[in-house]
C-alpha cells in the first residue's frame, strides 16, 4: 500500500509540472508563432533548416522596432502522433499563431488541430495538396504538389527535353506521388511519351530495377520527383552502370549539391525546377544566404528560403491588418485569413505570391546544374 | 494447514489485482477533476488517449512475453491490423452512425476481431517454432503486415466497398472517397475524444489478463513456458494453449490500434513499424516480465516522461537503450541475483519470525486465558 | 537480358548480406545469441570508412583497416560489457540486451555525428563492363563485392576448418563443457569470434556504403534485419548457409521487385523465410538439434 501511495504522490507531482505553473513570461508583448518540425532523427535536416531561417528573420524582423514576434519550433521527429503532441506544448506556451509543421505527413495531423483550434496557419514547406484541403484557416508557403508535376511536364514539353520519359518516384509519400499523378496527367494531355513508370518505398537503397527499366525502355530523360537524398542514390547507381540520361527533378531535389561528401559532378546538367537557388543574385537571396551561412556554416535550402518567406509574410499580413500580442489566437486567425486572401507577398521563393483556397500561387524557375553550381535555364 | 496456505495466497493475488484496477481508475478520476478544473494543460489532454493505447499494448505483449514466455517483436503489426480495420468500418460508417461513440465501439470490437484472426493465420506457424526463430519470424510477419496494408487501396462509394492490391484498379464514382489510399494511409477521419473508452479498456483487458491467468488454461500456459517439455508430457496441448495465448494478446493490440486510429486523423502503416514494436516491449520489460501492474505503470510513464523532457529529445533514445541494458544486467547479474535472494529470505525469515513471535503471543494468551477460565 | 541483368544485381546485394550474415551466424553459432547490435557495428564501420577516406583523405586499404581495427575493439567490448555477464541469463534477457545495444549505437551515432546524410566517396570508380554489345552492364563495384564475399567466405571456411582458433570455436559450439574439459578457453573462444564477426562487419560497411553511398545512423538496421533473415534462412549457425542465405535472399528481393511490385519486395523476402522455417525450421542448411531435457 506505501508503495501504491508513493506511485500516486510521484504521479501527482508530474501532473503538477504538466499542469504548468504561472511562472513570468520572458516572451510577454511578443507575438508568439509555433510549429512543429523533425528537430531530430532522419529528417532533421528538414526541420532544423525550417528553424534556423525562421529565428534569422524574426531576428531580422525584431530589429526592424515594428512588431516584435517569437518563434518556437517543437520536436516532432517526423512522426504524427508526436507531431500532435509538439502542438499541444506549443499551445501550452500560447501559440498564437502556428507555422504548421515542416513535413506533410505530421502535416496533415496537425493541420485538423489547427481547424479545429481556429489557429491561424502558414506551413513553409508541408506540399500536400492534403494540408490545407477543407480547412479554411491553413495556408501553404510552398507549392502545392499538384502545381509542381503540371509545371514539370509543361516545362518538358516546351523545352523538348525528352522524348522518351522514365519516371522514378517514392510511392508512399504525398509529397512525391501527388507530383508524379499530375506530371503524368499533364503529359497525357500533352502528348509526352512516358516509356517507364517505377516507384520505391521509404528507405529504398537498391534502385538497380528501376534504373534497368529505365534504360531498357530506352528512356532519354528521367523525371524524379523526389527528395535528393534518393536523387543522390539513383544518380550515383546510374553513373555506375554508364546510363547517362538527362535528369529532371522538382524542388526537393534542391540541396543535393550541400550534401557532406557529394561528387557533384554526378549531378552534371540536372535540371529542376524550384523556386528558390542559393545562388541568385538578388540582394535579398544573398543578405539570407550570407546570414545562414555565417551562423550555421553551410547553405540554405528551399525549405529555409520558404520558412524565411513564411516569417516576413506573417508580419506582413499582421502589420496590415494591426494584429498585436494581446490579441488571442482566434481574433488574430481571422484578421490573417482575411489578409491572406487577399495580399500579395514578394520574398525569396518568388515576386507577387497570392494564396487561394491556402495555396499558393508563384512560378518557379528552371536550374540546370553547370560545374556544381545552379544555373538559371530560361 | 495447507489449505490456510493457499487461501492466504489466493487472496494475495486478488487483492494485488485490485490495487491495480485501484491504480487505473484512480488516475482517471484524478485526470477527469484536473480536467473539470482546467488544470490540465494540452499536452497532457492530448497524450491521454496515447497513453490508454500504450498501457493496452503493453499488457497484452506482456501476455505473450511475460505469461506465454514467447518474443514477439511484431506486436505493432497486430496494432496496425486493428488500426486500420476499425478505421475503416468506422469510416464507412459515418452515415449510418452519426454518433461518434458507438462507432467507437464497433470499431473497437472490429479491430479486436481482425487482429484476432491475422492473430491465429500468424499463429499457427510462428507457435510451431522456438524461442530466437519465432523472435524472427513474428518480426518477419510485422514486416509483413506492414507492407500488405502499405500496398492496400480501399474506396467507398455509392457503389459499395472498393478494394485492391498494389495499385489502385477501381475508380471511384462521383462523391465517392479513398479510405485507405495504399501508401499515404488513412486520412479524413474524425477524431473522438475516447478517453473514458481507453480506460474501460484498459479495466476490461486487465480483468481477463488475470482471469486467464488464475484459470486452468492460465496454469497451462504458463507450465508450457516454464518447461515446454514437463508440460507436453503430463498432457497439456501445446498448440491450443499457446494459441489461446497468442489470439488473446493479439486481439486487445487490434482493439488498442483502433483505439489508436480514433485519435488522429490521418494515419499511415509505416507507422506501426520495428521501432514501436520494440517500445512497446521496452514498456514490458522495464515494467516486469509478467507483472501487469508494472506494465500499466511503465507504460504510462514512460509515454508522459519524453513528452516532459522535450528539451532533452536527443537522449531521449540513447537514455532508453542504456535503461534497456541495464536492467537485464542487473536483473540477470549472478551476483545481483544472489543478493536479492539474500534480502528476501532475510525478509521472509523477519516476517516468520514475527508470525511466530504473534503466535507465540496468541498462544500465550489463549493459555493465560484457558487457565484464567 | 533485362533478367540476367536484375540476376547480377540480385547476387550483388545478395553478397553483402551474406557478408552481413556471416557475422550473425557465427557468434550464433558459439554464443547462441543473435547479435541484434551486428548491423549498427556496420553502420560504425562505414562512418569510420567515411571519415578515415573522405576527411582524413586517407589510402581507402588503411581505411579499410583502421575500420576494421575499430570495429573489432567496439565488438569486443560490447560482448565483454553487455553480453558476457550475461552468459547463464535466459534467451530473452540476452536478445532484449542485444536490441538495446543496437538502439544505444544507433543514438550514439546520431548524436556524434549528426543524423544528416553522409555520401561515402566512390573508392572504386564508376563505370562498368558491358558484355553483349551493351546490353548487359556490371558495374566494377558489384564485381569487386561478388568477389570480396567468395574471398571472405572461402577464408572463413578455411580457418574454422584448418586452424586451432577455428577448430576451438567448433568445438565451443558443439559443447561448450566439453570444449573447456578439454582444455580451450571458451571465453577467449567467444570473444575472438566477436572479434572476428566485427571485422567482417567493417568490411561490409565499406561495401554496403560504396554500393549504397547514403551513409547515416541507421543505415545498418535494415541491412542488418534483411542479413539476419538470410541466417536463419540458410540455417544460423552455419558458414555455408549464411552464404547461400544471403545471396538467395538478395536474388529473390531484386527478383519480386523487378516482376512482383517494389513496394511488396521485403513482404515477399519475409514471407520466403516463414514459408522456408516451416518446412524446414533450422533453415536450409541448418543441422537439427533435438532438445535437452
Known amino acids: 500500500m506505501k508503495k501504491f501511495v508513493a506511485l500516486m504522490m510521484a504521479l501527482m507531482m508530474c501532473l503538477g509540472c504538466l499542469a504548468g505553473c504561472g511562472k513570468a513570461d520572458p516572451d510577454a508583448g511578443k507575438i508568439k508563432i509555433g510549429g512543429t518540425g523533425p528537430l531530430t532523427g532522419d529528417a532533421a535536416i528538414y526541420g532544423n533548416a525550417v528553424k534556423r531561417a525562421a529565428e534569422i528573420a524574426v531576428e531580422e524582423v525584431n530589429a526592424l522596432g515594428g512588431l516584435q514576434l517569437v518563434v518556437k519550433y517543437e520536436d516532432d521527429a517526423h512522426d504524427a502522433e508526436k507531431a500532435v503532441n509538439a502542438y499541444n506544448a506549443l499551445k501550452d506556451w500560447g501559440m498564437q499563431i502556428s507555422m504548421g509543421s515542416v513535413t506533410s505527413d505530421p502535416g496533415k495531423a496537425t493541420s485538423t488541430e489547427n481547424y479545429v483550434d481556429r489557429i491561424f496557419a502558414l506551413t513553409p514547406s508541408a506540399s500536400t495538396d492534403l494540408y490545407p484541403e477543407g480547412k479554411d484557416n491553413v495556408y501553404q508557403m510552398c507549392f502545392a504538389d499538384s502545381n509542381q508535376g503540371a509545371a514539370s511536364a509543361q516545362y518538358i514539353y516546351e523545352q523538348k527535353l525528352g522524348t522518351k520519359i522514365a519516371v522514378i518516384y517514392q510511392s508512399d509519400i504525398d509529397y512525391s506521388k501527388g507530383i508524379y499523378d499530375t506530371f503524368m496527367a499533364k503529359a497525357a494531355e500533352l502528348g509526352l511519351e512516358v516509356v517507364s513508370k517505377t516507384t520505391f518505398i521509404k528507405g529504398a537503397n537498391d534502385f538497380s530495377v528501376q534504373i534497368n527499366e529505365a534504360k531498357n525502355s530506352g528512356a532519354d530523360l528521367v523525371f524524379l520527383p523526389i527528395y535528393y537524398q534518393s536523387a543522390a542514390l539513383i544518380l550515383r547507381q546510374c553513373a555506375d552502370i554508364d546510363y547517362a540520361p538527362k535528369f529532371f527533378g522538382v524542388d526537393g531535389m534542391d540541396g543535393i549539391l550541400a550534401l557532406e561528401g557529394f561528387d557533384t559532378s554526378l549531378a552534371e546538367g540536372v535540371m529542376l525546377l524550384t523556386p528558390f537557388s542559393a545562388d541568385a543574385q538578388d540582394e535579398k537571396t544573398v543578405n539570407f544566404v550570407k546570414k545562414y551561412q555565417e551562423k550555421y556554416n553551410e547553405i540554405p535550402n528551399q525549405f529555409a528560403a520558404d520558412a524565411y518567406d513564411c516569417i516576413y509574410a506573417i508580419y506582413q499580413a499582421c502589420t496590415a491588418a494591426g494584429v498585436t500580442a494581446d490579441m488571442t489566437a482566434e481574433q488574430i486567425n481571422d484578421l490573417l485569413m482575411e489578409q491572406f486572401n487577399t495580399m500579395t507577398f514578394s520574398g525569396l521563393t518568388g515576386e507577387n505570391m497570392t494564396w487561394a483556397g491556402g495555396y499558393v500561387t508563384k512560378s518557379p524557375k528552371g536550374m540546370v546544374i553547370q560545374n556544381g553550381v545552379y544555373v538559371g535555364l530560361d | 494447514m495447507k489449505n490456510v496456505q493457499r487461501k492466504i495466497s489466493l487472496n494475495k493475488t486478488t487483492k494485488s489485482n485490485f490495487v491495480t484496477y485501484g491504480i487505473v481508475i484512480a488516475a482517471f478520476v484524478i485526470m477527469e477533476i484536473l480536467m473539470a478544473a482546467g488544470m490540465v494543460s494540452s499536452l497532457l489532454k492530448g497524450l491521454l488517449v496515447p497513453i490508454c493505447v500504450y498501457v493496452i499494448m503493453a499488457i497484452s505483449l506482456n501476455l505473450t512475453v511475460g505469461v506465454l514466455g514467447e518474443l514477439s517483436l511484431g506486436h505493432a503489426g497486430f496494432m496496425s491490423v486493428g488500426a486500420f480495420s476499425g478505421a475503416v468500418v468506422s469510416m464507412m460508417l459515418q452515415s449510418v452512425i452519426p454518433d461518434a461513440i458507438p462507432r467507437l465501439l464497433i470499431s473497437l470490437v472490429v479491430g479486436a476481431i481482425f487482429a484476432a484472426i491475422v492473430g491465429v493465420l500468424v499463429g499457427i506457424p510462428v507457435l510451431r517454432l522456438n524461442g530466437d526463430y519465432l523472435a524472427i519470424v513474428t518480426l518477419a510477419f510485422g514486416e509483413i503486415i506492414k507492407s500488405l496494408i502499405t500496398n492496400m487501396y480501399i474506396g467507398l462509394d455509392e457503389n459499395g466497398l472498393h478494394f485492391s492490391m498494389i495499385k489502385q484498379k477501381f475508380e471511384l464514382a462521383e462523391g465517392g472517397k479513398m479510405l485507405i489510399d495504399g501508401p499515404i494511409g488513412l486520412s479524413g477521419m474524425r477524431k473522438v475524444d475516447s478517453f473514458a473508452i481507453g480506460i474501460v479498456l484498459i479495466l476490461l483487458c486487465l480483468m481477463i489478463i488475470f482471469h486467464l491467468v488464475n484459470s486452468k488454461s492460465g496454469r497451462a500456459i504458463m507450465a508450457l513456458r516454464d518447461n515446454r517439455i514437463a508440460a507436453e508430457s503430463v498432457g497439456i496441448n501445446v498448440t491450443k494453449y499457446k494459441m489461446m495465448g497468442f489470439v488473446i494478446s493479439a486481439a486487445m493490440a487490434g482493439a488498442a490500434g483502433a483505439l489508436f486510429a480514433s485519435n488522429y486523423s490521418a494515419l499511415q502503416a509505416s507507422k506501426f513499424d520495428f521501432n514501436t514494436s520494440i517500445l512497446v516491449l521496452v514498456f514490458v520489460v522495464l515494467g516486469g516480465l509478467g507483472n501487469m501492474r508494472g506494465s500499466v505503470i511503465a507504460a504510462a510513464l514512460l509515454t508522459v516522461l519524453p513528452e516532459l523532457l522535450r528539451a532533452f529529445s536527443d537522449y531521449r533514445m540513447l537514455a532508453y537503450a542504456i535503461v534497456l541494458i541495464g536492467i537485464m544486467l542487473v536483473t540477470h547479474n549472478p551476483a545481483i541475483a544472489d543478493r536479492l535472494k539474500q534480502i528476501k529470505i532475510k525478509q521472509y525469515k523477519k516476517s516468520a519470525d514475527r508470525k511466530a513471535a504473534a503466535m507465540e503471543k496468541k498462544m500465550v494468551r489463549q493459555t493465560a486465558k484457558k487457565e484464567g477460565k | ?293
Open chain 3, 1 to 293: 537480358m533485362l533478367f540476367l541483368s536484375n540476376v547480377i544485381n540480385g547476387l550483388s546485394l545478395g553478397s553483402i548480406y551474406a557478408i552481413i550474415a556471416l557475422g550473425y551466424t557465427m557468434v550464433y553459432g558459439i554464443a547462441k545469441m543473435l547479435n541484434f547490435a551486428h548491423g549498427d557495428v556496420i553502420m560504425v564501420g562505414a562512418y569510420i570508412c567515411f571519415f578515415a577516406i573522405a576527411r582524413f583523405n586517407l589510402n581507402p586499404i588503411i581505411g579499410i583497416l583502421l575500420a576494421m581495427v575499430v570495429c573489432t575493439v567496439l565488438g569486443m567490448t560490447i560482448e565483454r560489457f553487455a553480453y558476457k555477464p550475461l552468459r547463464q541469463a535466459p534467451s530473452l534477457a540476452v536478445l532484449i540486451t542485444a536490441i538495446g545495444m543496437s538502439y544505444f549505437l544507433q543514438n550514439m551515432a546520431q548524436l556524434l555525428w549528426t543524423p544528416n546524410i553522409k555520401v561515402f566517396p566512390s573508392v572504386v570508380g564508376n563505370g562498368a563492363i558491358k558484355l553483349f554489345d551493351g546490353q548487359l552492364t556490371i558495374s566494377y563495384i558489384a564485381l569487386i563485392t561478388m568477389g570480396a564475399c567468395v574471398v571472405i567466405m572461402l577464408m572463413l571456411s578455411l580457418f574454422t576448418g584448418n586452424s586451432k582458433m577455428g577448430k576451438a570455436m567448433r568445438a565451443c559450439s558443439e559443447d561448450k563443457g566439453a570444449a573447456q574439459l578439454m582444455g580451450i578457453n571458451v571465453n577467449t573462444t567467444i570473444s575472438m569470434t566477436f572479434a572476428i564477426g566485427s571485422a567482417l562487419a567493417a568490411i561490409a560497411g565499406f561495401l554496403l556504403c560504396s554500393a549504397y553511398p547514403n551513409l547515416t545512423p541507421t543505415t545498418g538496421s535494415m541491412p542488418g534485419i534483411k542479413a539476419f533473415t538470410a541466417a536463419v534462412f540458410g540455417g544460423i549457425g552455419s558458414i555455408p548457409g549464411a552464404f547461400v542465405g544471403g545471396l538467395l535472399l538478395g536474388v529473390i528481393e531484386i527478383l519480386a521487385a523487378a516482376y512482383i511490385s517494389t513496394e511488396l519486395s521485403d513482404a515477399v523476402v519475409f514471407m520466403v523465410l516463414v514459408v522456408v522455417l516451416l518446412v524446414k525450421p533450422t533453415g536450409l542448411l541448418g543441422k537439427k538439434i533435438s532438445e535437452k531435457v
